[in-house]
């Protein structure tokens, strides 16, 4: 029998805001390395791009691990990955950046007109590193391309596709709504949704094709997804 072949994404990514700084999220890619972990030893082939690759047991002769730190290599990396198409199955469990910094601005001076006060402000090159001397600065973000959005509309895969979204302070039936419009967007076959307050103790995983959505622990999800994935 034909081993299949998953794609799984981990981790968080960053966006520059000068060349010493960036900005990033929370997230390490621990529920990402255990789902490729666990598919690897139950007969997939599998590669994973992670941002932490040191939550990732090697060596494993089944797990190709590609590391990425910005949002610019995971974009890079998913479109060389996917356009290979020689992947059944793909699981895009990354945080991704929503925004990535467009300008940043230093405050020089303001102007109080009665009740209102307009700030006057400076553009500030981003080509090097921002001097620490600024009182106060202000920056403007501009939205990134969904990636998940792109595996199927701009890169042609055919293959089942999981997608993951977390929310914040929902409802079990608030985040289930939000989940399935969201899968309906990306075209994915799943989608994992969790909440922040509940992330290390319960998801969901919901099928396009309906049904009840299944209840599953951080423990156990890898093994459901695998269910599902491959009934």
């Known amino acids: 029998m034909k081993r299949k072949r998953v794609l799984v994404t981990a981790g968080n990514t960053s966006v520059p805001i000068d060349r010493v700084r960036v900005i990033s999220n929370i997230f390490k890619g621990r529920t990402g390395a255990g789902i ?10 599998v590669t994973l791009l992670t941002s932490h690759p040191d939550f990732v047991k090697m060596p494993d002769g089944n797990i190709t691990m590609l590391d990425y730190r910005y949002y610019d290599e995971l974009m890079a990396m ?3 990955q996917v356009t290979d198409g020689r992947f059944d199955t793909i699981i895009h469990s990354a945080a991704v950046s929503d925004y990535m910094p467009d300008e940043t601005f230093s405050e020089t001076d303001s102007l109080t ?5 307009a700030v006057i402000l400076e553009a500030l090159s981003k080509g090097g590193k921002i001097g620490s001397d600024h009182k106060r600065l202000w920056m403007s973000f501009i939205q990134t391309e969904k990636i998940v959005d792109k595996i199927r509309r701009d890169w042609g895969f055919t293959g ?11 409802t079990d039936e608030e985040l289930i709504a939000v989940a399935t419009r969201s899968m309906a967007t990306s075209r994915a076959n799943f989608i994992v949704a969790n909440t922040l307050n509940e992330m290390t103790h319960k998801a969901f995983i919901i099928s396009a094709e309906g049904g009840e959505p299944l209840l599953v622990t951080r423990e156990t999800l890898p093994a459901e997804l695998m269910k599902a994935v491959f009934p």
Do not use: I, W
């Not at 007109?113 to 006060?117: A, F, I, L, R, V």
């Not at 089942?160 to 929902?170: E, G, I, P, S």
């Open 160 to 170: 089942t596709l999981v997608k993951f979204k977390l929310q914040v302070d929902m």
């Open 36 to 45: 490729a972990h666990y598919f690897s030893e139950h007969g997939c082939d």
């Open 78 to 80: 998913m479109r060389d």
């Open 113 to 117: 007109s009665g009740k209102k006060t």
